[in-house]
């Protein structure tokens, strides 16, 4: 019986796995000094904005994602409280937030001075759960947020027959969702609008940065204002029309975005065909199981992915164990974040800043939030690995299966 590496073993993985994350070239060095020649290191200095290269982003990208209009903005977080605004988010409003995503779906909800209301996921699939939805519906509901978390597409069909019995607004959470599809179409066109992160451990980056899209003319022309200190299209420069910030992506972010934005199909491919070979071996493997497909997860862009672990089948060890065993074989792992987000030192202790809910209006004490299928996937079930394991060969696979099966065979060791 080989030794685990935990107890001084060889490693089942003894050289680097995966791509190196970001992938770029010449096109990416090529489109940086057009910017630096150009002198407009800016989209406004361009008559016609299609001609830049956040212009050339925003449409290239959104109609990639199934959207007609998209705005390239300075970060994810905004893009969710700029879609927000536009929507026409009032204080003291709440809005539907899953309980496992990055902080920032419901930061964003109290940065513009509403409440997120925090609720459960589905145990199959790790998104929110659509009957957690329905339930935390109070007539002060006015939105949902839902996430395609780790890029697996949340069930878009369910959420937006919630919204449209209850009079919802749906904003999609697409930060981790870059080239996913729901049924053939994009993550970001199922709902009023979708928001993007390009920061730089997404599978679309600009280093920082975010875009967000819509099919709706009218919120696309609200969003314009709202990322340019309030100013219309064709109107003069210095007339402001709306209370607004200034949330524009440099051109230096366009040219790499939109480079990046054209490498995004092949690298998705990429990586699903690896992880469909990955899957196969894992199925193999008792005690461990892939995130199953359902069949309107037409594509699973995802940026990380995530499989099931099985303490009873590894002898009752730990999750936390079995991970600290994969990391010494050579195979970082992790659970997506820490906690369901109403459980971050923000929530549970108030911190929320300058907000002003109107009288009777409140947020819910969020240390008493349980949401126990994110709190077990978490703490139990849930690992999940980065997206750029999936960017090298087959070989790669095998060697991270390797490590996988060599500590399922050897549990015993960890007793
Ligand atoms: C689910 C989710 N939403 C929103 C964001 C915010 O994006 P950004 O970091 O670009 O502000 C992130 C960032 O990681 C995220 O993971």
Not at 81 to 97: Q, S
Request: aromatic share 10%.
């Amino acid at each position: 019986m080989a030794r685990l590496a935990i107890n001084g073993g060889q490693k089942a993985i003894d050289r680097p796995i995966g791509g190196p994350w970001p992938e770029f070239g010449d096109m990416e060095r090529e489109a940086l000094n057009s910017v630096l020649e150009s002198r407009q290191w800016w989209r406004g200095g361009y008559a016609d904005p299609s001609e830049s290269w956040v212009g050339k982003f925003e449409n290239y990208f959104s109609r990639f994602q199934d959207c007609e209009y998209g705005v390239a903005l300075t970060n994810g977080t905004q893009a969710i409280e700029l879609a927000l605004k536009a929507i026409g988010i009032k204080p003291g409003d709440e809005v539907i937030c899953p309980a496992s995503t990055f902080v920032a779906t419901a930061t964003a909800v109290i940065l513009v001075n509403a409440i997120p209301i925090i609720v459960d996921i589905e145990p199959e699939y790790y998104q929110i759960d659509p009957a957690a939805i329905e339930a935390a519906i109070t007539p002060n509901t006015v939105g949902i947020i839902p996430v395609h978390y780790g890029g697996y597409p949340a069930d878009m069909d369910a959420i937006n027959a919630i919204a449209q019995k209850h009079g919802l607004f749906v904003i999609e959470d697409c930060a981790h969702a870059h080239g996913s599809q729901w049924r053939n179409k994009g993550c970001g066109c199922w709902g009023d609008m979708g928001c993007f992160s390009t920061q730089m451990g997404k599978t679309l980056t600009s280093g920082e940065g975010g875009i967000v899209m819509t099919n709706n003319a009218e919120l696309a022309a609200k969003a314009y204002a709202f990322h340019h200190i309030g100013r219309f299209p064709g109107r003069p420069f210095y007339e402001h029309h709306i209370v607004a910030s200034n949330l524009r992506m440099t051109e230096w972010q366009g040219a790499i975005a939109y480079c990046q934005s054209l490498r995004l199909l092949e690298q998705t491919f990429r990586r699903e065909a690896n992880a469909k070979y990955f899957e196969d071996g894992l199925r193999e493997i008792p005690g461990v199981a892939p995130m199953e497909r359902r069949p309107e997860v037409t594509r699973w862009g995802f940026y990380f992915y995530h499989f099931k672990f099985q303490s009873a089948e590894f002898g009752g060890i730990s999750k936390a164990r079995f991970q600290e065993a994969l990391a010494a074989e050579g195979l970082g792992t992790g659970s997506g974040h820490l906690h369901p987000i109403q459980k971050n030192p923000l929530f549970t202790n108030r911190n929320f800043g300058p907000v002003c809910w109107p009288a009777g209006r409140d947020a819910p004490d969020y240390a008493a939030v349980e949401t126990p299928v994110a709190q077990r996937i978490l703490d139990e079930e849930g690992i999940s690995m980065g997206h750029s394991l999936f960017l090298g060969g087959r070989a790669d696979m095998d060697l991270m299966l390797d490590a996988i099966r060599k500590v399922r065979e050897n549990v015993g060791e960890l007793a």
